[in-house]
């Protein structure tokens, strides 16, 4: 009788999970984010719905922990930068902890839809949206005409449209 897909989840969650959270601890550095991780990992294979086809479980695991491991390091360097910023506020602002998360969620999320974009795509749009410049000033900035800033401008938001559609 073929394994069914929740036992053969089981059966490699059983084999694996320990020397995953141990792979994983390595390279974040702590017990507690490491089986978060590992957590994680193991949901993404739930959604997949493929356990019982995977041959390589140690490189399935792996590589897609990596994925999740390069994007827990960008939360962490994103957080680091949004309370490096609060902190130079001259103002004092403080936020609850809920104002926090609901920040740095929509931080991560607008690099995530950034992420996409080329260097130059990214770098226009950010100055068009963040310092408000019109098309001449970034074009002198970038050394670009109107016309490619303009096209960065419409590639970008295009970017960021189909990925809110989603």
């Known amino acids: 009788m073929p394994a069914t897909p929740l036992s053969s989840l089981e059966t490699l969650y059983v084999d694996h999970h320990g020397w995953l959270k141990g792979w994983l601890r390595g390279k974040v ?48 360097a994103i957080e680091r930068a949004f309370l490096d910023a609060l902190a130079c506020r001259a103002d004092g602002l403080t936020l609850s902890l809920e104002e926090r998360a609901i920040m ?42 109107v016309t490619t800033v303009k096209n960065h401008l419409v590639k970008a938001m295009t970017h960021c449209l189909l990925l809110v559609a989603e």
Request: proline share 1%.
């Open 29 to 76: 550095g702590n017990g507690f984010d490491a089986a978060d991780l590992a957590h994680d990992t193991f949901v993404r294979v739930l959604k997949a719905s493929n356990a019982q086809d995977i041959r390589q479980p140690r490189d399935y695991l792996a590589t897609i922990a990596r994925g999740l491991v390069v994007d827990w390091y960008r939360h962490q």
């Open 104 to 145: 740095l969620e929509t931080l991560t999320e607008i690099d995530r839809m950034l992420d996409g974009l080329g260097e130059r795509s990214r770098g226009i749009f950010l100055m068009a949206q963040l310092e408000g410049l019109g098309h001449a000033e970034i074009g002198q900035r970038m050394g670009v005409s």
